[in-house]
């Protein structure tokens, strides 16, 4: 190599190497060059700016914040105070005129809106409307809609925060005619309402207090946009709710423009179906599959699936498509599995996924609802999902792992909701018709054909594991396992089907507590009758009752005066909710159930009988005998006054001689035998009867 070009490598490290200059770098200082003249040259290292003058290593980042906390012109170089002698003066700012021209700012822009005006009119309207004590609302709402109703005021002020709540409320107390035709006027904004943040609202009180026909008009409105609006996040809502509580046509026309753009302005009464389209025309099947599935990836991608009419849809696909659109669809879906479980026809998808995934998706399923497993199983269709999937699994141990394991601290929560108790019921008496409607049991049973393992065998694996932990829970806690009829059924069927030692240490419990003075169980009425009492159709006789409610509740708050005004529509524009009452107030409320003597309550009159019954299987020690073990005098003796009492110790002694002496002789030990020939009742003279020697 040339001597010229091995020059043109050599470098000169200057002693103040690594230092920032306020100099240019192109140009070094004369000074810096005639020192290092004499000096000999030395390679260029391998990373220039981490090394110092001397060749050691030196952090930049140091040197640089040095220097900018330690410049001259830092002001703040000295313990973080300007430095003495500097002529810069800070001023204070004066906080209140800064703010009152920001008001002023403020108002001046809101005063260049042509709606100004008309809507701080209005809100002062508003203001008396919404107090609780005022009287005659509807004229005045009708004046609050002389004044709005000029060219397009009234949708510009439904969009607005503010001006929203003054529609809803005018929706609200205005008398039916006006209710009306201040719908009709915001009909033709429907679709835009539908995906504002605050006119949504507006629709929401639409669809609440409007008549029939204005929420027909309002499903009119909206059809055409329905794909679009279920895309969005706000309007997905509504369409729910519209889809829910419509006709069956409109819900028929709301599916069909899922199907393709054909269907968007045009709708077909014969089409009833996702089959239906292609009924006439085989060849158009694959272009409307394709617009379907398009649509519902669309949705899915934004993980919008917690819809009624999406999980419709997605129903009649899976059972319409093909199995290699199916294998790509139930991919795309696993993730969202436990956002289908909200509705029947979501459950019934979810349970086409579960059985037609890999391997690799069913474990990916599995792992998506282990943090809701509990709100699955206490809800009313996703319990049905779980009992699928416990009767589909092949891998047993992994089974109990994945998913009892996450339940069993919850065990009594379950047992004390009617659709917890299937799952648990499920568990330990798999397909047992006197728990499931055989009709339920053969659409779960379906789900067998897409295992490998034997049906018994699967079951008696499953049972083995969870016994013992499930005996060791009801010996725990024995008074609520026999708190009421529905649990004490739950037991019954428990104790039917666990066996040796986890069926002594669970009878052994259970004993005393039906044999003690004092115990009494709730009576609970029919679940599931408040929540399916019919509300009135009539909408002022809507609005009159929830009003009524209302004032009920806060004359029942001792020492909160009520408030003079109050924005009865704040819950749904803010998002919030009413104050729920202290966890004290609850269980107080809890232990205020009305109860009746154990032993007299005809359900649990069934369930010893039950117990009883299916007591010859457990020789080494039935729950009778642990009965009378456990059967004092004074309790034996209020027993014999009982009807239904006397019917449980004739259950006792009719299938067991030794069961019959136990009884026998405990009746002559305390000296009951007048008393029981004095009782007059048919079950005391059956007992009589059976005790005679």
């Known amino acids: 190599m040339p001597s010229n070009l091995h020059i043109t490598f050599m470098i000169t490290i200057p002693k103040n190497h690594g230092e920032r200059s306020n100099t240019k770098q192109d140009k070094p200082k004369p000074t810096a060059v005639a020192k290092s003249e004499n000096k000999p040259t030395t390679k260029k ?203 069956e046509k409109q819900r028929r026309y709301m599916r069909q423009e899922f199907y393709s753009d054909l269907y ?52 009649e696909f899976m059972q319409a ?19 289908m479980l909200t509705t029947k026809d979501g459950t019934e998808a979810a349970i086409i996924c579960f059985y037609r995934s890999t391997p690799k998706n069913r474990r990916a399923i599995i792992k998506n609802i282990k943090e809701h ?45 009617q659709y917890g108790r299937r799952v648990v019921q499920w568990l ?54 026999l708190s009421n009829s529905h649990i004490g059924l739950v037991t019954a069927d428990i104790l039917n089907h666990i066996t040796g030692e986890n069926y002594i ?7 005393p507590v039906v044999t003690a003075a004092d115990w009494r169980v709730s009576t609970l009425p029919a679940e599931g009758a408040a929540q399916n009492k019919k509300k009135p159709h009539n909408v002022e006789a809507y609005i009159a009752e929830a009003t009524k409610e209302r004032k009920n509740k806060n004359q029942l708050n001792a020492g909160a005066p009520p408030p003079v005004s109050s924005d009865e529509e704040s819950d749904s524009e803010e998002g919030t909710t009413p104050a729920k009452k202290p966890k004290e107030d609850e269980a107080k409320a809890a232990l205020e159930l009305p109860t009746v003597v154990g032993i007299e309550d005809a359900g649990m009159h069934h369930v010893l009988k039950k117990i009883i019954k299916n007591d010859q299987k457990h020789e080494a020690a039935p729950f009778g005998a642990q009965l009378l073990q456990h059967l004092s005098g004074d309790v034996l003796k209020s027993w014999l006054g009982i009807n239904r009492a006397c019917y449980v110790l004739v259950k006792l002694v009719e299938d067991s001689p030794a069961q019959l002496n136990s009884c026998r002789a405990l009746i002559e030990e305390h000296e009951l035998g007048k008393v029981l020939l004095s009782e007059k009742s048919s079950g005391a003279k059956m007992l009589a009867s059976k005790l005679k020697k």
């Open 45 to 247: 290292p391998p990373f220039k700016n981490n090394v110092g003058a001397k060749g050691k290593p030196v952090n930049k980042f140091k040197t640089a914040g040095k220097r900018g906390f330690e410049g001259k012109n830092n002001k703040f170089a000295a313990g973080g105070k300007p430095q003495a002698g500097q002529n810069e003066v800070s001023e204070k700012q004066d906080w209140n005129k800064f703010k009152q021209e920001k008001k002023e700012l403020k108002l001046k822009r809101k005063s260049n809106r042509d709606t100004y005006e008309v809507t701080q009119e209005v809100k002062k309207i508003y203001e008396q409307v919404k107090c609780r004590r005022t009287q005659n609302k509807d004229k005045l709402v009708e004046q609050m809609y002389k004044i709005l109703n000029v060219g397009d005021t009234i949708s510009k002020v439904a969009k607005a925060h503010d001006t929203a709540r003054v529609l809803q409320c005018m929706l609200k107390h205005a008398t039916p005619a006006l209710r009306a035709e201040l719908s009709d006027k915001l009909m033709a904004h429907a679709v835009e309402m539908c995906q504002s943040k605050y006119a949504h609202f507006c629709v929401q009180r639409m669809l609440k207090y409007g008549s029939p026909a204005t929420k027909g008009k309002l499903v009119d409105a909206l059809l055409g946009n329905v794909v679009r609006l279920s895309g969005h996040n706000i309007a997905s809502k509504i369409l729910d709710h519209i889809y829910l509580n419509g006709t």
């Open 264 to 315: 968007k302005k045009s709708k077909d009464d014969d089409v009833h179906t996702l089959s239906d389209t292609y009924k006439d025309a085989a060849n158009m099947k694959a272009s409307i599959m394709g617009a379907v599935k398009a649509n519902l990836d669309h949705i899915a991608n934004k993980n919008l699936v917690d819809n009624s009419l999406v999980h419709a849809v997605i129903l």
């Open 321 to 339: 498509t093909d199995e290699e659109k199916l294998e790509e669809t139930v991919t795309a879906l696993a993730p969202l599995i436990p956002h």
């Open 373 to 417: 497993l509990l709100k699955i199983a206490i809800h009313e269709h996703g319990h049905v999902f779980l009992i699928a999937l416990l009767n589909a699994l092949d891998d047993t141990k992994a089974t109990k792992k994945a998913i009892y394991d996450h339940l069993h601290g919850d065990l009594q929560t379950l047992v004390a909701n």
């Open 428 to 481: 330990v008496a798999p397909a047992d018709t006197t728990c499931f409607h055989p009709g339920f049991i053969k659409t779960i049973e379906q789900g067998l054909a897409y295992g490998k393992k034997e049906k018994q065998a699967r079951r008696q694996e499953i049972l083995e594991q969870i016994e013992a932990p499930i005996g060791q829970t009801i010996a725990e806690d024995p008074a609520f396992w």
């Open 505 to 511: 240490k669970a009878v052994t419990a259970l004993a």
